[in-house]
């Protein structure tokens, strides 16, 4: 049974930093893309940023690229979302997910496995 487990949201000011975490498990995730998406308070979820685990291909959505870095520790079964220059409007609820493909997908309905979520609130 697959499983991911997001951590390292919070609360930080305009201009701030954060690193989120998603531990997966219960696979070997070779295959596998891994996705970060984001859902504010009556939106609906968004793609952020993805990556392959095999080569390390990344693909960031418009609203983040420059200031949001994804990556991935094999050894830990672990991806990263380093965030910058965080804005208010990037406030949400973060959402890890993960599809066995052998290219990046950027759409809710294309993954099978996501975690619980975790808050990240940027304030003005």
């Known amino acids: 049974q697959v499983q991911l487990v997001e951590s390292g949201g919070g609360l930080v000011q305009a201009g701030g930093s954060l690193r989120l975490s998603c531990a997966a498990s219960?696979?070997?995730?070779?295959?596998?893309?891994m996705g970060w998406f984001r859902q504010a308070p009556g939106k609906e979820r968004e793609f952020v940023a993805a990556?392959?685990?095999?080569?390390?291909?990344?693909y960031y959505a418009d609203s983040v690229k420059g200031r949001f870095t994804i990556s991935r520790d094999n050894a830990k079964n672990t991806v990263y979302l380093q965030m910058n220059s965080l804005k208010p409007e990037d406030t949400a609820v973060y959402y890890c997910?993960?599809?066995?493909?052998?290219?990046?997908?950027?759409?809710?309905?294309?993954?099978?496995?996501w975690g619980q979520g975790t808050q990240v609130t940027v304030s003005s």
């Open positions: 219960g696979r070997t995730f070779r295959w596998y893309v």
């Open positions: 997910a993960t599809v066995y493909s052998p290219v990046i997908v950027t759409r809710t309905y294309e993954y099978d496995y």
């Open positions: 990556i392959r685990w095999s080569g390390g291909t990344t």
